[in-house]
T-cell receptor, first 117, second 111 residues
Framework: NAGVMQNPRHLVRRRGQEARLRCSPM?????VYWYRQLPEEGLKFMVY????????ESGMPKERFSAEFPKEGPSILRIQQVVRGDSAAYFC???????????????FGPGTRLTVL | GQNIDQPTEMTATEGAIVQINCTYQ??????LFWYQQHAGEAPTFLSY????GLEEKGRFSSFLSRSKGYSYLLLKELQMKDSASYLC????????????FGKGTHLIIQP
């Protein structure tokens, strides 16, 4: 039973380029969360999605950042025109259907480390 | 607003016991999580407290006092592999929002 998968694990971009980060949730999980972790900082919530729906994007910057979770395929976090301050580790987490879960435990993927040159 | 406080760093000796504290002020509260994160790796689930009291799981125990906005993670019989960051996180409610994390406590185990 594969866990949460993220790719790429490491991504290097130059300022102004686009970054696409992919996340495949655990089998049977329909909820996906994206977090950003800056060096020496805690994980910061960005966005929460279900299939084809953005439920809460209150933690995501209004400009340059977007997320989707299509009916088929992985969830995508897209950062346009990257800047140096976007360099961070981006973690995806998934959880099963609310109400059937023992708790709101979120299972984390290995993360994508984005470096902007 | 949301505020979660943990010590930045702690040092302990192999075989000993260490307690990592977490205090919080959040607009809602559905439960408190502790995660372990080794450098460069994903956070892994350790414990979940929703009711006051102590939850024991092997060498790790977690305590919660909702009235005091306080939790601690207790690690016994410390091993070198326990060197990691320990993250306190709050589920503010409903499962609709993400977890709110503290900055984490970096635990260093010395021989």
């Amino acid at each position: 039973n594969a866990g949460v998968m993220q790719n790429p694990r490491h991504l290097v971009r130059r300022r102004g380029q686009e970054a696409r980060l992919r996340c495949s949730p655990m089998k049977g999980h329909s909820h996906v969360y994206w977090y950003r972790q800056l060096p020496e900082e805690g994980l910061k919530f960005m966005v929460y999605l279900q299939k084809e729906n953005i439920i809460d994007e209150s933690g995501m910057p209004k400009e340059r950042f977007s997320a989707e979770f299509p009916k088929e395929g992985p969830s995508i976090l897209r950062i346009q025109q990257v800047v140096r301050g976007d360099s961070a580790a981006y973690f995806c987490a998934s959880s099963p259907v609310i109400g059937l879960a023992y708790n709101n435990e979120q299972f984390f993927g290995p993360g994508t480390r984005l470096t902007v040159l | 607003g949301q505020n979660i406080d943990q010590p930045t760093e702690m040092t302990a000796t192999e075989g000993a016991i260490v307690q990592i504290n977490c205090t919080y002020q959040t607009s809602g509260f559905n439960g408190l999580f502790w995660y372990q994160q080794h450098a460069g790796e994903a956070p892994t689930f350790l414990s979940y407290n929703v009711l006051d009291g102590l939850e024991e799981k092997g060498r790790f125990s977690s305590f919660l006092s909702r009235s005091k906005g306080y939790s601690y993670l207790l690690l016994k019989e410390l091993q070198m592999k326990d060197s990691a960051s320990y993250l306190c996180a709050i589920d503010s409610g409903g499962g609709a929002d993400g977890l709110t994390f503290g900055k984490g406590t970096h635990l260093i185990i010395q021989p």
